[in-house]
């Protein structure tokens, strides 16, 4: 098993930054891949972001030059660098882990972009 921890959320106005982080409750050496997920209010939840064992990473468009994934596998922790936030990019922020054929999800950090 793995429990995931987010952390970092918060508000922050237009054109501002955040980072978050995850902290997994096991080595993520050895997960194959993690990303970091969002639900907007009243949407369905989506993809931010994915980084592989080998740190590959991938990002829709929505975010790609704004935001960056990363992860530090000495201190099981993987991060999200938000960038040049816009009021769209209002959600919830979850963190993911594949790891031995399962999803494990966290319970969701708050992020709100308002002025």
């Known amino acids: 098993q793995v429990q995931l921890v987010e952390s970092g959320g918060g508000l922050v106005q237009p054109g501002g930054s955040l980072t978050l982080a995850c902290a997994a409750s096991?080595?993520?050496?050895?997960?194959?891949?993690m990303g970091w997920y969002r639900q907007p209010p009243g949407k369905q939840r989506e993809l931010v972001a994915t980084?592989?064992?080998?740190?590959?990473?991938n990002y829709p468009d929505s975010v790609k030059g704004r935001f960056t994934i990363s992860r530090d596998n000495a201190k099981n922790r993987m991060y999200l660098q938000l960038n040049g936030l816009n009021p769209e990019d209002t959600a919830v922020y979850y963190c993911?882990?594949?790891?031995?054929?399962?999803?494990?999800w966290g319970q969701g950090t708050q992020v709100t972009v308002s002025s």
């Open positions: 980084i592989t064992g080998g740190d590959t990473t």
């Open positions: 096991r080595s993520i050496s050895s997960i194959s891949t």
């Open positions: 993911y882990a594949q790891y031995l054929f399962r999803g494990y």
